[in-house]
């Protein structure tokens, strides 16, 4: 998914929505690193495409904040 898309759909969600999104995401890292690890792990990029989107979440979670206060 281009970056774009994909924060066009966080800019729609609310922060409850957003933290869920963010624990998935974290969890989806945490297995990829197991696999490369345990050498599973056939993208190596999506690590990286992982981390990103995880930026990108908690960065629109803390627009969202600082725009209710």
Avoid: P
């Avoid at 969890?27 to 990108?56: G, H, P, W, Y």
Wanted: hydrophobic residues 40%.
């Amino acid at each position: 998914m281009k970056s774009k898309e994909f924060l066009d759909g966080l800019a729609g969600m609310s922060l409850a929505e957003l933290n869920d999104e963010l624990v998935a995401a974290k969890k989806e890292l945490f297995n990829l690193r197991f696999q490369n690890a345990t050498n599973q792990l056939d993208n190596t990029s999506r690590i990286k495409e992982v981390r990103r989107n995880i930026a990108r979440i908690q960065t629109v979670m803390s627009q969202e904040q600082k725009a209710a206060n």
